[in-house]
């Protein structure tokens, strides 16, 4: 008996749990727990999908706003620009 009321205390337990991490957005899904919480007459922000380019020295991939262009193509920092393009 003592058992069953222990697993059943560990169950509501890790419900609460859950519970909590999803109000914070810890679980990952941030942009529908927004959109479940927010009014229904709020204007919505819209979601801007954004290219990711490989940088021209090592390969990376970074969004397009935050990467630079050079003479040889697309590089992730300033170093990387500086440096140039691997073959």
Same mark, same amino acid.
């Given at each position: 008996?003592?058992? *069953? $009321?222990?697993? *059943?205390?560990? $169950?509501i337990? *890790?419900?609460?749990?859950?519970? +909590? ?7 990952g899904?941030? +942009? +529908? ?15 801007? *999908? ?5 940088? +021209?020295?090592?390969g ?16 992730? /920092?300033?170093?990387?620009?500086? $440096?140039? /393009?691997?073959?």
């Open positions: 008996m003592r058992n *069953i $009321l222990l697993f *059943i205390l560990v $169950l337990g *890790i419900f609460y749990v859950r519970r +909590a991490l999803r109000r914070t957005g810890k679980t899904d941030r +942009a +529908a727990d927004e959109t479940r919480d927010a009014p229904a007459d709020a204007p919505r922000e819209e979601l801007v *999908i954004e290219q990711m380019v490989p940088c +021209a020295h090592c990376l991939h970074v969004p397009e706003s935050e990467g630079l262009r050079g003479s040889g193509g697309f590089f992730c /920092s300033e170093e990387h620009r500086r $440096l140039g /393009s691997r073959p």
